[in-house]
């Protein structure tokens, strides 16, 4: 056990003393988080949104006026005939239509209940989301201002709608890709290329023969390398909630279970690499174009898997990011709990095992 | 009992193709300085790397302490040092750092076996604090050997540890070695200068996977057959050239400030007129002992 | 007898990196057609001055003509005159002996008729006839050194520098490696040698020993011998290195 503790040390004094490294371990999480959310709420600045006003009541006019505030948005026309809406759309100036039904006000006075319709251009999924968001946030805030007088509150429901990709694929979905992305560099990469390194310098041949077990050598290797990782998660996630305003809505201690499950996959996946290669350079290449390529083309991350054809879909079956992502956004976005996710969990313990049992096959107690 | 034992041990790489080693035997007696000479490519470090079970023989066994180097790996590698030829420590790590960690994973602590490392310890222990890619050669040298020794190991293979550095520090580096052989540790140590061999007790003269013979230094120096000259002369290359069209030489070749050269019949009346005859000047002819790398090009040849 | 040419002249060259100066107002001449030996331990210098010379680094102060151009003003000139190389990059492993003759040919702007004149050459003085189509990874370490020497000198330079280019071979075949060196030099191609067998500092027409950044003493091996009362230069070697100071 002291030897375990002296490698790790040893490890961390490596990772803590490689500038490059640190910037790739912790600036590029950052990075990518920033660069994917202010890309987003740069998009939704003065966004441009049509008022279908059939209703023409205080209420209806209270919320507009809200919008027409608000700091996101520019109400530029005020259309009546729904024909309108289509051809504005097309034009591709509006980015959303707010509808108004006709007898908004008095659903809300007689039923305690109103609908309002959201309609996006969704086309540009992560725009059109973040619209919806902000457009329901204006009409619960006025909700919420007119119930704090009432007995009975208030309900008004936001009906959204999204045109042109009604289902919303990958929207919100750049928080659990970018931590797919980042926990496979880390985690495939960073590990893969450490343990080559030690072959490349010749370290490796000096602790071979030495009375440490080969295999301890392999695991206190990897180690550091899961713990890097979690900072990295808590981190994305802190972002993610602080900077972007993108709440976990599951549990978060389910999300760092399932993270350290797919940490595990992706050590493993980057000890089997290590293994088989010999050169840092390879081992990079490997781990780039064979892990970290799928993992931007199938997880479903930029690509949605249901409109690719269907060997490729069945492809992404083997990746293991496709899963991971999919228990993220479960859980992050939708709130699921374990028990909606149990069958991904199981596909990702599968593979960690495959992949352990393959390493620990093929390691060798030699140099060949 | 012997503390390494080799017996026609064979290595090939790339599926046969390149024979590494060939057919090699020796054996090293406990505490006994044995050195490996021969060029770069020679078969050395494969020969270090079967010993400290790295790679396993394709034919033959070899044994260190009387343990198998296949079978018995384990405890070879609890009782041997090894440093390989390329610098192989931690460049991000300090000297302090590096020989913590290697004593840590050899079970054991730099207080314990400080002993064995302390002469040569005090002299890199000033720069303790330093990183060891920020060393002298000479430094880090001393670091590695400090580090090979830390567990206190019965034997130490030590492939090359003097290529690419400075005479000086080669000069002290096997004044160390001499003082640890003092401590009974057995050293095998391999190098391609020839001039080091004399500091050996018995060295293998080794080329192209084959061992040409192995003996003490002396041994090897006194049954050189032939008489051996060494001939100077002002106008050095045309000295060789010379020699070389002389047409009683057996072989010549240049040494330092000299040519040496054997001759047939062993008869060198004549060549001293032939030199002049062909415009060279200031010659000197005389009778000398071969060294080993006399030896060494006569068994080449 | 007309003045023998000077090929290279260099007046209190230094290189200064911060407040650590590597190379400390070396000055010396060396002649055409001379074997020069540039020893000095590890760190003494010798790399960073040996830069300074080929034109890959400016001198921080100090003077210095290569082959007649100054090392300031001209060094693509100097370039183009001087042949380089060293134990740790010679020749592409992955290229035939061919490929490499021709591409290294090209490189020192040889016409396509003078690649195929000297390539014949040289192929007949090494004695590869059979190995024009391997890839040089595939020779032995000895016949690669002699094969870079040789591409090297391919463009008849007027110096041609060598960093150790004997470490690891042969006995054999470093004498041979030293064959072609005096041949050069017999052709009137200066060479400037570094290198840690201290018997090839004999074969040197001068040798200069560095310690500490500076050229400590200068002269024929024989001098030296002479002004340190030594058998060998080994001996000279270590007397002047062991007051050296710093480590590389």
């Given amino acids: 056990m002291k030897q375990f503790i002296a490698f790790v040390r040893k490890e961390f004094y490596h990772v803590l003393r490689d500038k490059r490294t640190l910037l790739i371990l912790f600036g590029m999480p950052i990075a990518q988080i920033l660069i994917f959310g202010f890309a987003l709420s740069n998009e939704v600045k003065d966004s441009q949104i049509l008022v279908v006003d059939y209703a023409r009541d205080d209420a209806s006019r209270h919320i507009i006026d809200r919008v027409e505030a608000s700091r996101y948005f520019e109400v530029c026309k005020e259309a009546m005939s729904h024909k309108d809406i289509l051809s504005t759309f097309q034009e591709g100036k509006i980015k959303a239509v707010l509808v108004f039904p006709a007898d908004f006000n008095n659903d809300l006075l007689h039923n305690n209940k109103a609908k309002v319709q959201v309609i996006t251009d969704a086309t540009d999924i992560n725009t059109a989301n973040m619209i919806t968001n902000y457009l329901t946030a204006i009409i619960t805030d006025y909700q919420n201002d007119v119930n704090e007088n009432l007995s009975i509150p208030y309900q008004i429901i936001p009906e959204t709608r999204m045109l042109y990709n009604p289902q919303l694929k990958g929207a919100h979905g750049f928080v659990p890709g970018v931590m797919a992305l980042v926990l496979m560099l880390v985690s495939v990469m960073m590990t893969a290329i450490s343990i080559v390194k030690e072959k490349e310098t010749g370290t490796m041949e000096i602790l071979l023969v030495s009375p440490f077990k080969p295999i301890l050598v392999i695991f206190a290797k990897a180690f550091p390398y899961l713990i890097l990782s979690l900072i990295n998660v808590s981190a994305i996630l802190f972002l993610s909630v602080f900077a972007l305003e993108l709440p976990v809505k599951g549990s978060l201690v389910l999300l760092f279970a399932e993270s350290t499950l797919f940490i595990i996959t992706c050590l493993s996946l980057g000890i089997f690499i290590s293994i088989k290669t010999n050169s840092q350079q390879i081992a990079m290449l490997i781990s780039l174009m064979g892990m970290l390529l799928p993992t931007m083309m199938f997880s479903g991350f930029l690509f949605p898997i249901e409109n690719m054809p269907y060997p490729l879909q069945v492809v992404s079956n083997i990746i293991p990011s496709k899963w991971f992502y999919i228990i993220v956004k479960s859980i992050m976005i939708k709130g699921l709990g374990i028990a909606a996710l149990w069958k991904e969990t199981v596909i990702l313990i599968g593979m960690t095992m495959f992949l352990l049992i393959i390493s620990l096959k093929s390691f060798k107690i030699r140099l060949e | 009992m012997e503390a390494i034992r080799v017996n026609h041990i064979t290595k090939t790489y790339n599926e046969g193709k390149v024979k590494a080693v060939d057919d090699v035997s020796f054996s090293v007696g406990k505490g006994e300085l044995f050195g490996l000479i021969g060029p770069d490519g020679a078969g050395k470090t494969s020969i270090f790397r079967m010993l400290t079970t790295l790679l396993l023989p394709d034919k033959g066994t070899a044994t260190v302490d009387g343990f198998d180097v296949v079978k018995d790996f384990r405890q070879i590698r609890n009782s041997v040092g090894y440093m390989p030829g390329k610098f192989s420590l931690y460049q991000d790590l300090t000297i302090e750092e590096n020989l913590n960690f290697f004593a840590t994973v050899f079970d054991t602590t730099v207080e314990q076996n400080y002993h064995l490392i302390k002469d040569i310890y005090v002299q890199i222990e000033p720069f303790k604090k330093r990183r060891a890619g920020k060393l002298s050669g000479g430094m880090k040298q001393k670091l590695a050997l400090c580090c090979a020794l830390i567990h206190k190991p019965t034997t130490l293979f030590l492939d090359e540890p003097t290529t690419g550095v400075d005479p000086v520090s080669r000069k002290e580096f096997w004044e160390m070695l001499r003082r640890l052989k003092e401590q009974g540790i057995t050293i095998m140590v391999s190098t391609p200068y020839m001039d080091e061999a004399s500091l050996c007790d018995r060295i293998a003269l080794i080329q192209g996977g084959k061992i040409l013979s192995v003996d003490t230094p002396d041994n090897i120096v006194n049954t050189y057959p032939d008489r051996l000259y060494a001939i100077k002369a002002n106008e050095m290359y045309l000295l060789l050239k010379t020699l070389e069209s002389y047409p009683d030489t057996s072989n010549s070749y240049a040494f330092g400030e000299y040519a040496h050269a054997t001759f047939k019949n062993n008869d060198v009346s004549e060549l001293d007129n032939y030199l002049s005859s062909k415009g060279l000047s200031g010659i000197e002819i005389k009778d000398i002992e071969a060294t080993i790398e006399d030896s060494f090009i006569r068994l080449l040849h | ?248």
């Fill in chain 3, 1 to 248: 007898m007309a003045e023998i040419e000077k090929v290279i002249v260099c007046e209190k060259l230094t290189k200064r990196f911060g407040d650590f100066i590597a190379t400390n107002e070396i000055s010396f001449e060396v002649k055409k057609g001379e074997i020069f030996g540039f020893l000095g331990a590890n760190g003494a210098g010798k790399t960073t001055a040996m830069r300074m010379l080929c034109g890959l680094s400016a001198p921080s102060s100090g003077s210095a003509a290569i082959a007649g151009y100054d090392i300031y003003k001209e060094p693509e000139q100097i370039k183009r005159n001087v042949g380089y190389m060293s134990q740790k990059f010679s020749l592409y492993e992955d290229l035939t002996v061919m490929e490499n003759i021709r591409f290294f040919g090209g490189i020192y702007g040889l016409t396509n008729q003078q690649i195929d004149s000297k390539t014949k050459e040289l192929i007949t003085t090494l004695g590869l006839e059979n190995e024009t189509k391997k890839l040089v990874g595939s020779l032995p370490l000895g016949w690669k050194q002699k094969l870079s020497f040789s591409v090297a000198v391919l463009h008849e330079p007027k110096i041609v520098f060598l960093d150790e280019p004997t470490g690891g071979v042969d006995p054999v075949t470093r004498r041979q490696f030293w064959n072609l060196i005096y041949a050069a030099a017999d052709r009137g191609i200066t060479v400037f040698v570094t290198t840690h067998y201290m018997d090839e500092a004999e074969y040197c027409n001068r040798i200069s020993i560095m310690v500490d950044g500076k050229i400590e003493v200068l002269d024929t091996p024989g001098n030296l011998k002479k002004q340190f009362n030594a058998e060998s230069m080994d001996e000279v070697f270590y007397q002047l290195a062991r007051s050296a100071k710093r480590g590389d």
